[in-house]
Protein backbone atom coordinates (compact mmCIF):
# COMPACT_ATOMS: atom_id res chain seq x y z
CA UNK A 1 0.00 0.00 0.00
CA UNK A 2 1.82 3.23 -1.14
CA UNK A 3 1.38 6.64 0.06
CA UNK A 4 -0.24 9.36 -1.92
CA UNK A 5 -3.30 12.31 -1.33
CA UNK A 6 -6.32 10.70 -0.79
CA UNK A 7 -9.83 11.80 -2.25
CA UNK A 8 -12.73 11.51 -0.16
CA UNK A 9 -13.94 8.36 -2.33
CA UNK A 10 -10.63 6.55 -1.97
CA UNK A 11 -11.07 7.27 1.89
CA UNK A 12 -14.67 5.66 2.17
CA UNK A 13 -13.30 2.96 -0.03
CA UNK A 14 -10.51 1.99 2.09
CA UNK A 15 -12.70 1.86 5.53
CA UNK A 16 -15.09 -0.15 3.56
CA UNK A 17 -12.74 -2.31 2.29
CA UNK A 18 -10.47 -2.93 5.30
CA UNK A 19 -13.92 -3.30 7.63
CA UNK A 20 -14.96 -6.16 5.16
CA UNK A 21 -11.88 -8.00 5.50
CA UNK A 22 -11.68 -7.86 8.90
CA UNK A 23 -15.31 -9.14 9.18
CA UNK A 24 -14.71 -11.99 6.75
CA UNK A 25 -11.80 -13.11 8.52
CA UNK A 26 -13.51 -14.82 11.08
CA UNK A 27 -12.79 -18.31 11.07
CA UNK A 28 -14.51 -20.64 12.91
CA UNK A 29 -13.32 -24.01 13.14
CA UNK A 30 -15.88 -26.00 14.13
CA UNK A 31 -13.96 -28.70 15.72
CA UNK A 32 -15.77 -27.72 19.27
CA UNK A 33 -19.23 -28.01 18.07
CA UNK A 34 -18.29 -31.44 15.97
CA UNK A 35 -16.52 -32.76 19.28
CA UNK A 36 -19.95 -31.80 21.34
CA UNK A 37 -22.40 -33.19 18.58
CA UNK A 38 -20.87 -36.50 18.19
CA UNK A 39 -21.22 -37.07 22.03
CA UNK A 40 -24.47 -35.27 22.57
CA UNK A 41 -25.56 -37.56 19.58
CA UNK A 42 -23.63 -40.67 20.85
CA UNK A 43 -24.91 -40.66 24.39
CA UNK A 44 -28.34 -39.69 23.10
CA UNK A 45 -28.70 -42.85 20.72
CA UNK A 46 -26.82 -45.47 23.30
CA UNK A 47 -29.16 -44.38 25.52
CA UNK A 48 -32.45 -44.26 23.09
CA UNK A 49 -31.25 -48.27 22.07
CA UNK A 50 -30.76 -49.39 25.62
CA UNK A 51 -34.12 -48.17 26.36
CA UNK A 52 -35.63 -49.70 23.30
CA UNK A 53 -34.15 -53.26 23.36
CA UNK A 54 -33.68 -52.94 27.18
CA UNK A 55 -29.63 -53.06 27.25
CA UNK A 56 -27.95 -53.08 31.08
CA UNK A 57 -25.59 -50.50 30.82
CA UNK A 58 -22.67 -51.66 33.36
CA UNK A 59 -22.04 -47.08 33.06
CA UNK A 60 -23.68 -44.24 32.94
CA UNK A 61 -22.91 -43.27 29.34
CA UNK A 62 -23.36 -39.55 29.96
CA UNK A 63 -20.53 -39.52 31.78
CA UNK A 64 -18.38 -39.40 28.54
CA UNK A 65 -19.80 -35.98 28.34
CA UNK A 66 -17.33 -34.90 31.40
CA UNK A 67 -14.88 -36.53 30.20
CA UNK A 68 -15.04 -34.63 26.81
CA UNK A 69 -14.06 -31.33 28.94
CA UNK A 70 -10.54 -32.63 28.70
CA UNK A 71 -10.48 -32.38 24.93
CA UNK A 72 -12.67 -28.97 25.03
CA UNK A 73 -10.00 -27.75 27.08
CA UNK A 74 -7.42 -28.02 25.10
CA UNK A 75 -9.22 -27.60 21.60
CA UNK A 76 -10.06 -23.94 23.49
CA UNK A 77 -6.06 -23.22 23.85
CA UNK A 78 -4.88 -24.41 20.91
CA UNK A 79 -7.33 -22.12 18.61
CA UNK A 80 -7.02 -18.88 20.93
CA UNK A 81 -3.25 -19.12 20.68
CA UNK A 82 -3.47 -19.09 17.06
CA UNK A 83 -6.01 -16.52 17.02
CA UNK A 84 -4.46 -13.60 15.07
CA UNK A 85 -7.37 -11.36 15.36
CA UNK A 86 -9.64 -11.14 18.54
CA UNK A 87 -13.61 -10.34 17.31
CA UNK A 88 -14.97 -7.88 19.70
CA UNK A 89 -17.87 -10.35 19.93
CA UNK A 90 -15.35 -12.95 20.90
CA UNK A 91 -15.42 -12.56 24.39
CA UNK A 92 -18.77 -12.17 25.14
CA UNK A 93 -19.85 -15.58 23.24
CA UNK A 94 -17.43 -17.66 25.07
CA UNK A 95 -19.01 -16.02 27.90
CA UNK A 96 -22.30 -17.46 26.84
CA UNK A 97 -20.61 -20.86 26.52
CA UNK A 98 -18.96 -21.05 29.78
CA UNK A 99 -22.42 -19.94 31.54
CA UNK A 100 -24.04 -22.69 29.68
CA UNK A 101 -22.07 -24.87 30.75
CA UNK A 102 -22.18 -23.99 34.47
CA UNK A 103 -26.03 -24.07 34.06
CA UNK A 104 -25.44 -27.35 32.93
CA UNK A 105 -23.49 -28.75 35.72
CA UNK A 106 -26.00 -26.85 37.95
CA UNK A 107 -28.79 -28.64 36.14
CA UNK A 108 -27.59 -32.36 36.47
CA UNK A 109 -26.74 -31.62 40.15
CA UNK A 110 -30.17 -30.19 40.71
CA UNK A 111 -31.11 -33.43 39.24
CA UNK A 112 -29.39 -35.71 41.28
CA UNK A 113 -30.24 -34.26 44.99
CA UNK A 114 -33.36 -32.32 44.72
CA UNK A 115 -35.62 -36.15 45.09
CA UNK A 116 -32.93 -36.88 48.12
CA UNK A 117 -33.93 -32.94 49.85
CA UNK A 118 -37.87 -33.72 49.46
CA UNK A 119 -37.85 -37.08 50.63
CA UNK A 120 -35.70 -35.48 53.50
CA UNK A 121 -38.10 -32.44 54.16
CA UNK A 122 -41.07 -34.68 53.81
CA UNK A 123 -39.54 -37.26 56.48
CA UNK A 124 -38.88 -34.60 58.61
CA UNK A 125 -43.03 -33.31 58.33
CA UNK A 126 -44.05 -36.99 59.08
CA UNK A 127 -44.95 -37.90 55.15
CA UNK A 128 -44.25 -39.45 52.40
CA UNK A 129 -44.83 -39.84 48.41
CA UNK A 130 -46.95 -42.47 47.41
CA UNK A 131 -47.87 -44.07 44.49
CA UNK A 132 -51.65 -46.21 43.57
CA UNK A 133 -51.26 -48.88 41.18
CA UNK A 134 -55.08 -48.10 39.42
CA UNK A 135 -55.32 -51.93 38.86
CA UNK A 136 -54.12 -53.87 41.46
CA UNK A 137 -54.95 -50.95 43.88
CA UNK A 138 -51.15 -51.82 45.56
CA UNK A 139 -50.07 -48.88 47.29
CA UNK A 140 -45.95 -48.23 48.03
CA UNK A 141 -43.57 -45.01 48.69
CA UNK A 142 -42.40 -42.96 45.58
CA UNK A 143 -39.28 -41.33 46.21
CA UNK A 144 -39.30 -37.65 44.98
CA UNK A 145 -37.67 -36.99 41.47
CA UNK A 146 -37.85 -34.49 39.26
CA UNK A 147 -40.48 -35.08 36.12
CA UNK A 148 -39.20 -35.15 32.70
CA UNK A 149 -35.66 -32.83 33.53
CA UNK A 150 -34.39 -34.22 30.19
CA UNK A 151 -36.45 -31.50 28.26
CA UNK A 152 -34.88 -28.88 30.33
CA UNK A 153 -31.23 -30.40 29.28
CA UNK A 154 -33.19 -30.07 25.41
CA UNK A 155 -34.50 -26.64 26.11
CA UNK A 156 -30.72 -25.28 27.57
CA UNK A 157 -28.95 -26.69 24.49
CA UNK A 158 -30.72 -24.60 21.83
CA UNK A 159 -30.28 -21.02 23.94
CA UNK A 160 -26.29 -20.64 23.62
CA UNK A 161 -26.85 -22.03 20.03
CA UNK A 162 -29.41 -19.56 18.97
CA UNK A 163 -27.48 -17.03 20.35
CA UNK A 164 -24.54 -17.76 18.69
CA UNK A 165 -26.51 -18.56 15.09
CA UNK A 166 -27.73 -15.08 15.68
CA UNK A 167 -24.78 -13.27 16.60
CA UNK A 168 -22.60 -14.68 13.86
CA UNK A 169 -25.73 -14.61 11.40
CA UNK A 170 -24.76 -18.64 10.98
CA UNK A 171 -28.41 -19.87 9.34
CA UNK A 172 -27.28 -23.62 10.58
CA UNK A 173 -26.94 -22.83 14.41
CA UNK A 174 -30.24 -21.09 14.17
CA UNK A 175 -32.10 -23.88 11.93
CA UNK A 176 -30.36 -26.14 14.64
CA UNK A 177 -31.98 -24.36 17.75
CA UNK A 178 -35.21 -24.14 16.19
CA UNK A 179 -34.94 -27.63 15.51
CA UNK A 180 -34.14 -28.26 19.17
CA UNK A 181 -36.83 -26.00 20.87
CA UNK A 182 -39.09 -28.72 18.63
CA UNK A 183 -37.71 -31.32 20.41
CA UNK A 184 -37.85 -29.79 23.75
CA UNK A 185 -41.54 -29.69 22.88
CA UNK A 186 -42.36 -32.89 21.35
CA UNK A 187 -40.13 -34.30 25.04
CA UNK A 188 -42.90 -32.64 26.99
CA UNK A 189 -45.72 -35.50 25.59
CA UNK A 190 -42.91 -38.53 25.51
CA UNK A 191 -41.17 -41.04 28.14
CA UNK A 192 -37.73 -40.14 28.76
CA UNK A 193 -36.86 -43.24 26.76
CA UNK A 194 -38.14 -41.40 23.57
CA UNK A 195 -36.06 -38.13 25.41
CA UNK A 196 -33.20 -39.59 24.54
CA UNK A 197 -33.61 -39.80 21.19
CA UNK A 198 -34.70 -36.47 21.11
CA UNK A 199 -31.62 -35.38 23.02
CA UNK A 200 -29.22 -37.15 19.64
CA UNK A 201 -31.51 -35.24 17.70
CA UNK A 202 -30.36 -31.73 19.25
CA UNK A 203 -27.40 -32.83 19.82
CA UNK A 204 -27.14 -33.34 15.84
CA UNK A 205 -28.86 -30.38 14.79
CA UNK A 206 -27.12 -27.78 17.31
CA UNK A 207 -23.97 -28.95 16.97
CA UNK A 208 -22.77 -31.65 14.53
CA UNK A 209 -24.57 -30.69 11.35
CA UNK A 210 -23.21 -26.89 12.02
CA UNK A 211 -19.69 -28.50 12.99
CA UNK A 212 -19.30 -29.96 9.84
CA UNK A 213 -20.44 -27.19 7.70
CA UNK A 214 -17.66 -24.66 10.13
CA UNK A 215 -15.04 -27.50 9.62
CA UNK A 216 -15.43 -28.06 5.74
CA UNK A 217 -15.64 -23.71 5.42
CA UNK A 218 -12.30 -23.69 8.09
CA UNK A 219 -11.14 -26.32 5.48
CA UNK A 220 -11.34 -24.25 2.29
CA UNK A 221 -10.49 -20.99 3.70
CA UNK A 222 -7.61 -22.17 4.81
CA UNK A 223 -6.96 -24.34 1.65
CA UNK A 224 -6.52 -20.96 -0.45
CA UNK B 1 -7.77 18.06 -0.76
CA UNK B 2 -9.44 17.84 2.93
CA UNK B 3 -8.25 20.70 4.75
CA UNK B 4 -10.23 19.36 8.31
CA UNK B 5 -9.61 16.01 8.08
CA UNK B 6 -7.32 14.64 11.09
CA UNK B 7 -4.09 14.15 9.39
CA UNK B 8 -2.34 11.35 11.11
CA UNK B 9 -5.88 9.47 9.90
CA UNK B 10 -5.82 11.08 6.44
CA UNK B 11 -3.44 8.41 5.34
CA UNK B 12 -3.81 5.28 3.13
CA UNK B 13 -2.17 3.09 5.33
CA UNK B 14 -2.90 4.82 8.63
CA UNK B 15 -6.12 4.72 7.76
CA UNK B 16 -6.31 1.18 6.70
CA UNK B 17 -4.80 0.02 9.78
CA UNK B 18 -7.27 1.81 11.89
CA UNK B 19 -10.31 0.83 9.79
CA UNK B 20 -9.11 -2.59 10.22
CA UNK B 21 -8.46 -2.02 14.24
CA UNK B 22 -11.89 -0.28 14.64
CA UNK B 23 -14.03 -3.68 13.99
CA UNK B 24 -12.19 -6.08 16.41
CA UNK B 25 -11.03 -6.18 19.55
CA UNK B 26 -7.06 -6.50 18.99
CA UNK B 27 -4.89 -8.25 15.44
CA UNK B 28 -1.54 -9.16 15.15
CA UNK B 29 0.82 -7.11 13.36
CA UNK B 30 1.82 -9.83 10.58
CA UNK B 31 -2.44 -10.02 10.03
CA UNK B 32 -2.30 -6.15 9.77
CA UNK B 33 0.79 -6.33 7.18
CA UNK B 34 -1.25 -8.91 5.10
CA UNK B 35 -4.93 -7.15 5.35
CA UNK B 36 -2.92 -4.14 4.07
CA UNK B 37 -0.71 -5.77 1.60
CA UNK B 38 2.45 -3.08 3.40
CA UNK B 39 5.76 -3.86 3.65
CA UNK B 40 7.01 -4.33 7.31
CA UNK B 41 9.15 -1.38 7.57
CA UNK B 42 6.48 1.06 6.07
CA UNK B 43 3.88 -0.32 8.74
CA UNK B 44 6.01 -0.38 11.45
CA UNK B 45 6.72 3.45 10.56
CA UNK B 46 2.71 3.95 10.38
CA UNK B 47 2.01 2.14 13.73
CA UNK B 48 4.48 3.88 15.51
CA UNK B 49 2.90 7.56 14.53
CA UNK B 50 -0.11 6.18 15.46
CA UNK B 51 1.15 4.92 18.73
CA UNK B 52 2.66 8.00 19.38
CA UNK B 53 -0.79 9.88 18.55
CA UNK B 54 -2.34 7.81 21.17
CA UNK B 55 -4.80 5.97 18.71
CA UNK B 56 -3.76 2.90 19.15
CA UNK B 57 -1.74 0.08 21.88
CA UNK B 58 1.05 -1.68 20.58
CA UNK B 59 2.21 -4.73 22.90
CA UNK B 60 5.44 -6.45 22.26
CA UNK B 61 5.93 -9.85 23.56
CA UNK B 62 7.21 -13.46 22.73
CA UNK B 63 5.30 -16.38 21.72
CA UNK B 64 7.37 -19.73 21.29
CA UNK B 65 9.97 -17.66 21.09
CA UNK B 66 9.46 -15.44 18.30
CA UNK B 67 8.46 -11.75 19.26
CA UNK B 68 4.47 -10.78 18.54
CA UNK B 69 3.31 -7.25 18.20
CA UNK B 70 -0.34 -6.59 18.95
CA UNK B 71 -2.39 -3.57 18.07
CA UNK B 72 -5.49 -2.41 19.68
CA UNK B 73 -7.19 0.89 19.09
CA UNK B 74 -7.78 3.31 21.75
CA UNK B 75 -10.61 5.16 23.32
CA UNK B 76 -8.80 8.55 21.67
CA UNK B 77 -8.86 6.17 18.02
CA UNK B 78 -11.88 5.41 18.15
CA UNK B 79 -13.44 9.30 18.81
CA UNK B 80 -10.99 10.38 16.10
CA UNK B 81 -12.23 7.59 13.90
CA UNK B 82 -15.58 8.42 14.34
CA UNK B 83 -14.71 12.03 13.77
CA UNK B 84 -13.14 11.65 10.71
CA UNK B 85 -16.14 9.73 8.81
CA UNK B 86 -17.82 12.01 9.83
CA UNK B 87 -16.13 14.79 8.46
CA UNK B 88 -15.97 12.36 5.47
CA UNK B 89 -19.86 11.96 5.90
CA UNK B 90 -20.19 16.10 5.65
CA UNK B 91 -17.70 16.89 2.76
CA UNK B 92 -19.86 14.17 0.77
CA UNK B 93 -23.14 15.50 1.55
CA UNK B 94 -21.67 19.04 0.21
CA UNK B 95 -19.89 17.70 -2.90
CA UNK B 96 -23.73 16.06 -3.97
Known amino acids: MEEKNLTEQE ?92 NMFALTFYQNIIGYTTEHILKNNGLEWLEKNIATGAVSTLHPFVVSVSSLYIMLYAMPTLITGLVKKFKPMIIGAMITYVCFVISCFTDSGYDMLLHAIAGTACWLIPGIILYKKYKNATAC | MFKDLDPILHSQLRLAVMSLLIGVKEAEFTVIREKTNATAGNLSVQVQKLKDAGYIDVTKQFKDNYPLTTCKITKKGIEAFEDYVKSLQQYLQVKK
Not at chain 1, 14 to 31: L, P, S
Not at chain 1, 52 to 58: I, M, T, V
Open chain 1, 11 to 102: SLQIITDMINKAKNDYRETGVSALLWGIVITFCGLVSFLAYLFKWELSFDIWILTLLAIIPQIWIFIKEDKKRKIKHLDSDALGAVWIVFAV
